[in-house]
């Protein structure tokens, strides 16, 4: 057996041939061998403080890069941790693998360490959940994975590994080595495309919903040019709050005087509000492209039968497609347009002004008012937004090309493990994350690993000693005098950091901000501004 390989070096080898460079993981016993093996290879264990984090990473990776992400974690209890986080990347259409360590196959059924169905439980977070069966086609399983999280409506796939497979020895012409080729979805025919620009040309006021895959720096260039063509609003719902949210502006009033609303990939869900009912005109069209065959089926459905035109197709292809031939056909006016434009830029005139009532606190527009020129300062500048009513000031009030949130998921919790993935891409771009207190207690210790590693970044975190999105739920349902089971202290997050050999700053007046901005980026470290601010809902903007 002297050309023989261990499972475990197919599987390093296999990733390291698929252009994979870092792998996001925590250690565990089913996964060591994949540790050892990747001594061998040019892979970078990038190695995290909670398998959640993993995935977290991986799914930035694959949002900044469109390559997928890799996290690996161990079976039982790593998977279960780790499954959680595949939900957010789902809703983000996030292209990235899971690959989990798994009780040996010969423990199966027998009630092996750490044994539980991995599979079936990643399953319905997943596009495909699968379990690896023999050593020889370790390679080939890791290619089909990272193949189907690329293809068609990008997203999370899990593929489990058993120990023993990973420790068997493999002779090297039995080995099936991996080809991850993304497969296209079906073209949108010409006469398609052509019937859709009818469509637009004929409607009175059109909107296109694109998706969460679209929210990258190509695909809002492919946006701006298909807008340009058509003369038809296009905009990502990429958020729960979907048409309604404020980095939106005012466009929730434009919706609802849409007589034409065309799906580019963006699935008919709660974020469009399924075209229906108060808010929508009730005979607005509904054009769904998409490459999944059930979703367009699904708007055929949500629409009664009155889908004016359903067709399954590659989505930058379809915008492509729709660019190059409108280019050639008959425009419409850019009055509507530029309405929408008005309604998507506006922002309530009070915010350049606003100021907390409270001492010692800041109103979360005040905050966003003076992070906003750091923001803008370099084009390549990546936001993150997570959490609930600050960060929703911050998505609203910071304009960037380049920004991740927690997503159509509303998964919080994420954005640390954003930061450090997208400083490890980018070497030099500005990264600022924003953050509510509440939720930078969910992976408050990857601070650790971006020290480790050392990945600086500025977070800001809006404090204001309560999960105050629920808490807003409980006064607008329940009363003043129900509001409970929401509050927290106005811990020192900012100290924590510091422990961690991080930067922490304490803000507690507006003056003070711009300083310990200066002084988080001079720092050249993971650092937190802790700033104490207002409870404040979520801002509304309508016209
Ligand atoms: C994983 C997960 N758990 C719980 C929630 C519900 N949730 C959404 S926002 C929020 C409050 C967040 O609090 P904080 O980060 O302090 O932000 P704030 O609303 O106070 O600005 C909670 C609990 C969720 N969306 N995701
Ligand atoms: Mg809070």
């Known amino acids: 057996m002297t050309n023989a390989l261990r499972g475990a070096d197919i599987v390093a080898r296999s990733l390291e041939r698929l252009g994979c460079r870092h792998v996001f993981t925590l250690s565990g016993n089913h996964i060591m061998s994949v540790f050892d093996a990747a001594l061998e290879t040019k892979l970078d264990l990038v190695h995290v403080r909670h398998e959640a984090a ?25 998977h279960a941790n780790a499954v959680g986080a595949l939900f957010t990347a789902l809703g983000a259409e996030s292209p990235m693998v899971l690959l989990s ?25 997943s596009k495909a959940s699968f379990t690896a069966t023999s050593a020889a086609t370790l ?37 099936v080595w ?23 040309a004929a409607a009175a006021r059109p909107v296109v919903f694109a998706p969460p895959q679209l929210s990258n720096v190509s695909g809002r260039a492919l946006l701006a040019k298909l807008e340009a063509a058509t003369k038809a609003p296009a905009v990502i719902l990429e958020s729960p709050r ?10 929730s009033d434009i919706v609802q005087r849409a007589d034409l609303i065309v799906l580019l990939g963006k699935a008919l869900d709660f974020t469009t509000r399924w075209a229906t009912g108060k808010g929508f005109d009730p005979n607005v069209r509904v054009i ?35 660019i190059a031939r409108a280019a050639a056909g008959k425009t419409r006016s850019g009055g509507w347009l530029a309405e929408a434009r008005v309604a998507l830029d506006n922002r309530p005139a009070a915010w350049a002004s606003v100021t907390a009532q409270t001492p010692g606190r800041l109103h979360p527009a005040e905050v966003f008012r003076v992070l906003r020129p750091y923001v803008e300062r370099d084009p390549d500048t990546v936001l993150i937004c997570d959490g609930g009513e600050f960060a929703q000031w911050g998505q609203s009030m910071l304009p960037v090309r380049r920004r991740m949130i927690n997503g159509v998921a509303g998964s919080i919790g994420g954005s640390l493990s954003f930061a450090n993935a997208a400083r490890l891409r980018e070497p030099n771009a500005p990264i600022f994350a924003v953050l509510g207190d509440g939720t930078i207690g969910f992976h408050i210790s990857e601070f650790e690993t971006a020290v480790r590693r050392n990945l600086p970044f500025v977070a800001v975190l809006g404090n204001d000693a309560l999960w105050n999105a629920e ?4 006064l607008r349902e329940y009363g003043r005098d129900r509001m409970h089971g929401c509050d927290l202290t106005p811990a020192r997050y900012d100290l924590v950091v510091a422990a961690l050999g991080g930067h922490g700053e304490y803000v507690e007046n507006a003056a003070d901000l711009p300083g310990a901005i200066e002084r988080a980026l001079a720092s050249g470290k993971p650092a937190c501004i802790n700033v104490m601010i207002e409870s404040t809902a979520a801002p509304v903007i309508r016209l």
Do not use: C, K, Y
């Open 54 to 78: 993993a995935v977290h990473m991986a799914d930035a990776w694959g949002r900044l890069t469109g390559e997928p992400g890799v996290a690996m974690v161990t079976g039982g209890p790593g």
């Open 288 to 322: 769904a492209i998409d490459p999944e065959a059930a979703l367009v089926e699904r708007a055929a459905r949500e629409m009664d039968g009155r889908l004016a035109l359903g067709s399954i197709a590659d989505i930058r292809q379809a915008a492509e497609t729709l």
């Open 101 to 125: 360590g798994h009780a040996a196959t010969w423990e199966l059924g027998r009630g092996g360490f750490q044994e539980i169905r991995q599979a079936d439980m990643a399953a319905p977070v």
């Open 178 to 200: 991996p080809d991850a080729r993304p497969v296209s979805a079906p073209t949108l025919p010409a006469s398609v495309a052509d019937a859709v620009l009818a469509e637009i």
């Open 471 to 474: 808490s807003q739920i409980q």
């Open 139 to 175: 390679g080939r399983d890791i290619g089909e994975a990272m193949r189907i999280a690329a293809s068609g409506r990008p997203g999370p796939v899990h593929l489990s590994l058993p120990s023993d497979l990973l420790e068997e020895m493999v002779e090297s012409n039995a080995i």
């Open 242 to 251: 979907g048409i309604a949210d404020a980095t939106l502006g005012a466009f």
